[in-house]
């Protein structure tokens, strides 16, 4: 090639800032009593000019982001280290980062993190209700803890005398019927029931079902 070929072929090769991210949606999978997962947006500089990340977006207060640096030179690789804290969420969720850089026009990326969130702990009805004047027929709460869970109901309780549980295990620590009936309906009242657990053993961790008089 001759020096006019090779000026032209550099002449017309685009200088651009580009940022090639090796796995920008991720799917992750929380294992019971989990309270945040992580995640690591890794990225390399595939352009031929520095590029700087100017912005990190995260959909939600519960999602952080965090860079070592913000400008990476050509070649340079680097990641985001990202946390989703559940905050009592359950079920399937998706949170996601919004990455800007100084590029021109601004390059923006939007990762995502999709995450299964599973119960800890099942509590079915977690509200029971009486009118006023209602006959005082028992009402019945179950709670199911997984088999997976490393988790068992070791106490349910009333904070008032004014509702009475009758409690049936039906397989020890993970799956209990509560039987909760009012000692009166002739007036508003009511009760929470708080259904603690032996896990995690430091902290263990309260659940709660309600029952009310309207």
Known sequence: MNVIAFLLVVLATPVFGQLKWENPEQT??????????????????????????????????CTTANLQKTEYAPGESGEIDANFKFGGRVGHQEKWIVVTTDWVPSQRTTL??????????????????WRVGDQLKPKTVRIVVPDDTPAKVVSVR???????????????????????????????????LLIRTDSPQQNPTTHYAYARVK
Request: glycine share 6%; aromatic share 4%; with cysteine.
């Open 28 to 61: 992750l999978t929380a294992k019971p009593l989990d309270k945040v997962v992580f995640a690591k947006f890794r990225f390399t500089n595939v352009g031929t000019a520095p590029v700087k990340i100017t912005d990190l977006r995260p959909s939600c207060g």
């Open 158 to 192: 009333a904070d008032n005398a004014a509702v009475k549980l009758e409690i049936r295990e039906i397989r020890p620590g993970k799956e209990l019927e509560v039987e909760v009936t009012p000692t009166t309906t002739s007036q508003p009242g009511g009760a929470t």
């Open 112 to 129: 995502r993190l999709v995450v299964d969130i599973p119960e800890a702990i099942t509590i079915q009805p977690e509200f029971v209700l």
